[in-house]
């Protein structure tokens, strides 16, 4: 199995920065893509931004100019470097990724963190 650790969360006020970061650890045999999502309260959970192994990256419209999303292969770990805060960016951050594991070298699966609470107030 695999598991996905988020970290980087907190408070920040707005305008603020903040960087998130995802490391995939467990029966990892090879992931094809990662990405954040996240999900306030009251609303639905939502994509944020995805990266693939090669590097090709996805943005929700609301957040393209804002974060950027990172990836490090070697250490299957992604990150998400939040600028310009938003009260409306506050949400919980789910990690997630898709890939094989070593018992599963054929069939790709969807893997979630835990989630990591960004709250943006003053």
């Known amino acids: 199995q695999v598991q996905l650790v988020e970290s980087g969360g907190g408070l920040v006020q707005p305008g603020g920065s903040a960087r998130l970061s995802c490391a995939a650890s467990?029966?990892?045999?090879?992931?094809?893509?990662m990405g954040w999502y996240r999900q306030a309260p009251g609303k639905e959970r939502e994509l944020v931004a995805t990266i693939t192994s090669g590097g090709s990256t996805n943005y929700a419209d609301g957040v393209k100019v804002r974060f950027t999303i990172s990836r490090d292969n070697a250490k299957n770990t992604v990150y998400l470097q939040m600028d310009s805060l938003k009260p409306e960016d506050t949400a919980v951050y789910y990690c997630h990724a898709r890939g094989t594991s070593a018992q599963s070298l054929i069939v790709s699966r969807n893997y979630w963190g835990r989630g990591t609470q960004i709250a943006v107030s003053s």
């Open positions: 467990g029966s990892i045999f090879s992931i094809s893509v």
